[in-house]
């Protein structure tokens, strides 16, 4: 059973075409880890999936029911899909408890008391059970993006969107956000996931989607996609953050210009 | 010493002329921030109409002098609604006042990284929810350094009030250098008052400004 589908999803920024018919079912249970350079879509596409941008074109299936972004209250979607930012988004002005209580009390309108139980009980799932009262300015970047996925958890979110968690944090900080995301997906949580690790899209993801330019250009098993690509594109991406800058027209080098001056 | 006796057998005057300057202004201010929010969230907002109507709210108000404004209301208004002159002048420092807010509420609005106002969507909060919750708190502690410069500015442009009749300080300078035929002495009096709150003012301000940077 698919608990997201998107159907010919097309998204223009301007004349700027950012998606192109993509087509896409994530299962329940199932992580999607999308792959492909920067400004291919991905994070377009994410942000398609719970309307912080609207698609132009398109359909997007949230368990069974099509989206209308005109007609639907998108905050009932939003409820049940949690997103975590590159640049975590914490709330300056709250420490951490406050953080991950303020949707669940003002949204959801959980009892305080219920929520804070709540929010302890996640605090000590990502680790950070000594943070309650810290605030985000206090944190570490691992730190902050472990209370960001606490913060998004709280919502009890059927899916949770990653979008390069880790590509603002410091190598050595990287480890410990992972290893949260690589327990949430043990415990079966439906995720997509836009990623640079190679290493977390291997072990965890069920499948892996490769963009290129607004489209999908391959998707499979981690397996099948990092070792037997079909496309070109496909294996110039996975050359070039494999191993390096391989055979990258676009890559600039001092040396380069240097030499065609 | 003639300025040491009028300074001092003017106290009482002035003191209660002080009391009538703070009160319209923190009147007129008042409602100068609920008006500067209303349009700040007008001139931010996705519908052009909304976007419209500020945007010509703040243009007619800061391109005309703010004792036209005042005597529009105070003369013009007074053949339909008759405010007095207290009303008259604190909602004409209210409106003067209301569109420079405005543009200070809206830059402080539009300082707060994109991606609070995305977290707190894409939490299921509302728009209007986000926008009290999340972005406010965080603008506000970013406007008060301006805030506290348009309200200095407030200060002492109620001393415009005097020409609708106002026993403001400035009004009340007026009366007492004309009957006592002393205007630099007076005038300078009700400067040294007018002196006095600013720097009460900003020395609270900065006090404020500091405690928020601390709990920051
Ligand atoms: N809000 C926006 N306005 C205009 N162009 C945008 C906007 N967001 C993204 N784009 C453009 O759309 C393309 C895809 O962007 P994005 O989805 O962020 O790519 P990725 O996440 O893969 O790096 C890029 O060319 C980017 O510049
Ligand atoms: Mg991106």
């Keep these: ?261 | 010493m003639d300025f040491l006796h009028y300074l001092v057998t003017s106290i009482p005057f002035f003191i209660r002329a002080a009391a009538v300057t703070v009160e319209l202004t923190a009147t007129a201010l008042a409602m100068g921030m609920v008006i500067g929010l209303v349009f700040a969230l007008m001139k931010i907002s996705g519908r052009r109409f909304w976007r419209c109507i500020a945007d010509t709210y703040i243009t007619v108000i800061r391109g005309t002098p703010l004792i036209v404004q005042l005597f529009a209301i105070y003369f013009g208004l007074a053949t339909i609604v008759d405010f007095g002159s207290f009303w008259s002048a604190a909602i004409a420092l209210a409106v003067h006042n209301g569109a420079y807010i405005a543009e200070i509420f809206r830059g402080g609005i539009q300082s707060i990284d994109r991606g609070q106002m995305e977290a707190a969507r894409s939490l299921g909060m509302s728009y209007g929810l986000a926008m009290r919750r999340i972005i406010l708190p965080q603008a506000f502690k970013r406007v008060v350094p301006p805030l506290g410069n348009q309200f200095i500015i407030g200060l002492k442009d109620s001393s415009l009030a005097a020409f609708v009749t106002m026993k403001e300080l400035f009004g009340v300078s007026m009366q007492l250098a004309s009957t006592h035929f002393a205007e630099l002495q007076f005038y300078t009096i009700a400067g040294l008052y007018y002196l006095a709150l600013v720097v009460l003012f900003t020395f609270l301000v900065n006090r404020l400004e500091r405690r928020l940077k601390i709990e920051s």
């Design chain 1, 1 to 261: 059973m698919s608990l997201v589908k998107v159907r010919n999803l097309n998204k223009w920024f301007g004349r700027l075409h950012a998606l192109k018919d993509v087509n896409l079912e994530v299962r329940e249970g199932e992580v999607a880890v999308v792959i492909g350079a920067s400004g291919s879509g991905k994070s377009t596409l994410l942000r398609c999936l719970n309307f912080l941008e609207v698609p132009e074109q398109g359909q997007v299936i949230f368990d069974g029911k099509v989206i209308d972004p005109r007609r639907d209250d998108l905050n009932l979607l939003r409820r049940e899909v949690g997103m975590v930012f590159q640049h975590f988004n914490l709330f300056p002005h709250m420490n951490v408890l406050e953080n991950i209580i303020e949707a669940p009390v003002m949204v959801k309108k959980v009892p305080r008391e219920k929520a804070i139980e709540e929010a302890l009980a996640l605090l000590h799932k990502v680790g950070l059970a000594d943070k309650v009262d810290a605030y985000p300015c206090q944190l570490s970047g691992g730190q902050q993006q472990r209370v960001a996925i606490a913060r998004a958890l709280a919502m009890h979110p059927r899916l949770m969107l990653f979008d390069e968690p880790t590509s603002a944090l410091d190598p050595e900080l990287v480890g410990e956000v992972l290893a949260v995301m690589k327990q949430l997906a043990g415990e079966g949580m439906t995720m997509i996931v836009v990623t640079h690790e190679m290493g977390f899209a291997r072990e965890v993801a069920d499948r892996v989607i490769f963009m290129d330019e607004g489209r999908i250009v391959e998707e499979g098993e981690p397996a099948q996609v990092f070792s037997r690509p079909q496309k070109s594109r496909t294996r110039d991406f996975l050359s070039r953050v494999l191993w390096g800058s391989g055979p990258a027209q676009d890559c600039w080098t001092p040396a380069a210009t240097a030499t065609s001056a």
